[in-house]
């Protein structure tokens, strides 16, 4: 995505117009990585935080997702949780503190990204009930 030459100006509102912005190569893992959200999420609102496309529940965003030259990634934080659990699972990836990049030239692994947003998912409402119980 950082071919567009107004990329680092740009400002997006909607994860259509993030989407739309993306190269030819990264458009459809971006929108495969969308519908794996929304599935994983169904009741998440889908919102722009911090320029790339955020997905919120119970006060907290659970997951967001973005693409790059050479790789897409999902990011969220706090990621301690999520790296513990799927620390099998996350071997083949780079990793940062917040993120966990994909490859382009490789498929994304779907069924993960979906797991570790049902996962971010628990993790939020623990929180929230935690939030509201004064814990």
Do not use: C, W
Not at 60 to 82: K, M, R
Not at 107 to 129: C, S, T, W
């Amino acid at each position: 995505m950082a071919q567009h030459p107004d990329r680092e100006k740009q400002t997006y509102t909607t994860v259509e117009d993030y989407i739309a912005a993306a190269t030819y190569d990264v458009e459809p893992r971006l929108q495969e990585m969308r519908s794996v959200i929304r599935a994983a999420l169904p009741d998440a609102e889908e919102t722009i935080s911090y320029n790339i496309p955020a997905y919120k529940q119970h006060g907290v965003v659970i997951v967001q997702f973005a693409g790059y030259d050479e790789h897409t990634s999902l990011n969220f934080f706090p990621t301690a949780g999520a790296f513990a659990r799927f620390d099998e699972e996350l071997k083949p990836y780079k990793t940062s503190k917040s993120a966990i990049r994909f490859p382009l030239d490789q498929p994304l692994p779907v069924q993960l990204i979906g797991d570790i947003a049902r996962f971010r998912l628990e993790e939020a409402a623990q929180f929230a009930a935690r939030k509201r119980s004064g814990g």
